[in-house]
């Protein structure tokens, strides 16, 4: 046998960084990742219907996100942007914690903005829509709750004993 057993070995701290996150920061982790696809896939033809009129903002942008969610290069961008927020800030619980309720209140006050923003006007510079209104009202909702709810710390198990802390 040529190899070691220290060889065979995960390098130090892998396994460690998945196990050491709190239930908040991995929610916040799978959310900032979900936020980066949708902002990718916005730029995506064929996922992106009305691709040749996609504007850099405003509701000239004739573009839909599934063919259902209206976009444009600024609002894609944001997702994108929102996204690596929600990867920085969950490497904390604090900070995980702060990016779910925050988030979701900015996407409750987009729910608001949406609802009274004349759709044809200069002000509807994201630009939304009907579906993107009832979208965020789910995530402002979700998130905040999300934040709100999930606990900062890890869980014990009560399997014999055992703990999800590291050891070391």
């Known amino acids: ?26 929610v ?8 980066v696809v949708v902002g990718v896939l916005g730029f995506v033809p064929g996922l992106t219907t009305g691709y040749d009129t996609l504007a850099l903002a405003g509701p000239e942008s004739e573009a839909m996100l599934l063919g259902l969610f209206q976009v444009s290069i600024l609002h ?6 929102f996204g690596v927020v929600g990867w920085a800030l969950s490497r904390t619980a604090p900070g995980a914690r702060a990016f779910l309720v ?19 006007s200069a002000a509807n510079f994201v630009p939304l829509n009907a579906a993107d209104d009832w979208l965020h009202l789910a995530l402002g909702v ?8 999930l606990p900062p710390h890890r869980r014990r198990s009560t399997v014999r004993g055992a703990t ?3 050891r070391g």
């Open 164 to 166: 999800n802390t590291p």
């Open 102 to 120: 925050g988030g979701g209140i900015v996407y409750l006050v987009l729910t608001v903005y949406g609802w009274l923003v004349d759709r044809d």
């Open 28 to 35: 916040a982790l799978a959310v900032a990742v979900v936020f």
């Open 76 to 81: 894609n961008v944001v997702h994108l942007l």
């Open 1 to 26: 046998m040529t190899s070691t057993s220290s060889e065979r070995r995960r390098p130090v701290g892998a396994h460690r960084a998945v196990e050491a996150r709190t239930p908040v920061q991995r």
């Open 142 to 149: 979700g998130l905040t709750a999300l934040g709100l709810r």
